[in-house]
């Protein structure tokens, strides 16, 4: 190795055989203040700081004190983690209680925050709420079933319609046979029948109390003792399950002036099934609104059945 002073081969241990510089594991600048280097002793510091001379080596750190080099201690080392994978970088702090100590200060998350309440929502909007959608739903569910009744039917195949099960009636009222029951002015109007046709002389054919539905029912009345020369009215109302049906309209269906002894007829065609009731009234005033069974001018009452017919599956 070469001397630290001169420059010249030199053992690793031992002073250096042409200058007598100490070797290089001690201090070579206490040992040189004690040979008389110092500033007092009057050495030539000129000789101190000659330059080295172009054959030495910078590189070796062999010569190179340890206790002077700037290497870090075990001590100083951060700790390779144990199960990571990744090596630790050199100053990086491994756990926050480091961290905080080096004074390192992670960013925290702050949500965002209003001055203003939330607002709480009372129990009676809630409630009102509710009933608003149930009364709704009501009456959406009403409305369709109201109005929709025909359209559901239209759009079903045939063969459902076929088999779809008719609304049942009591017919209990309606006599086998017609049989009219007679009012107050009953000794105009003596007599009532209902009948599926009627001939010319007004005399009813295949007398009957049953009709079908869409089929004309018609009613034939027997008015007697009249006086000659006299003009009287025969009216009728016409009624489906007890409620009037105010079915209006000239001769032939609600009313006729009656001149003498004779028979006369109405007709009406029922579209839906039910229990029919018809009521013949003589002179009956134009004001009078009752439906009593004692009113002065009702003749006769009478029932009549309007069925569905029974539908036949087809094959």
């Known amino acids: 190795m070469e001397c630290d002073r001169c420059g010249a081969r030199r053992p690793r241990t031992g002073r250096c055989p042409n200058c007598g510089a100490p070797p290089p594991g001690g ?12 500033r007092g002793s009057g050495a030539d510091w000129d000789d101190y700081d000659e330059p080295r001379p172009r054959g030495r080596q910078r590189g070796d750190y062999d010569e190179v004190e340890l206790g002077r080099a700037l290497v870090p201690s075990a ?28 004074g390192i ?30 009364l709704v739903c009501i009456a959406a569910c009403g409305a369709t079933a109201f109005f929709g009744k025909d359209k559901i039917s239209g759009v079903l195949p045939p063969i459902i319609q076929s088999r779809l099960t008719p609304q049942v009636y009591d017919f209990s009222q309606v006599p086998a046979t ?15 029948k209902t009948a599926r046709s009627v001939d010319s002389n007004r005399t009813p054919i295949d007398i009957t109390s049953h009709f079908p539905v869409k089929s004309q029912v018609n009613l034939v009345v027997q008015v007697r003792n009249v006086t000659a020369g006299e003009q009287h009215t025969v009216s009728v109302r016409w009624f489906l399950n007890g409620i009037d049906t105010q079915v209006t309209g000239g001769e032939g269906r609600t009313s006729k002036l009656i001149k003498d002894n004779s028979n006369v007829q109405f007709g009406l065609v029922y579209p839906v099934a039910g229990v029919g009731m018809a009521k013949v009234y003589w002179d009956r005033p134009a004001n009078d609104t009752s439906d009593s069974a004692t009113d002065p001018s009702l003749a006769q009452t ?8 029974t539908p036949t599956p087809s094959v």
């Open 27 to 38: 201090s070579s600048l206490s040992q040189w203040k004690t040979r008389g280097g110092g």
């Open 178 to 192: 017609p049989v009219s029951t007679p009012g107050p002015a009953a000794k105009y109007v003596v007599d009532a």
């Open 302 to 309: 009478i029932y009549f059945a309007v069925e569905q017919p």
């Open 105 to 134: 200060r992670r960013p925290v998350y702050i949500p965002v925050t209003t001055d203003k309440p939330k607002r709480k929502i009372r129990t009676w909007r809630v409630v009102s709420g509710v009933l608003s959608v149930m």
């Open 75 to 102: 001590n100083q080392l951060m700790p390779m983690p144990q199960g990571g994978g990744v090596p630790a970088l050199p100053g990086q702090p491994a756990t926050e209680e480091e961290e905080r100590a080096l």
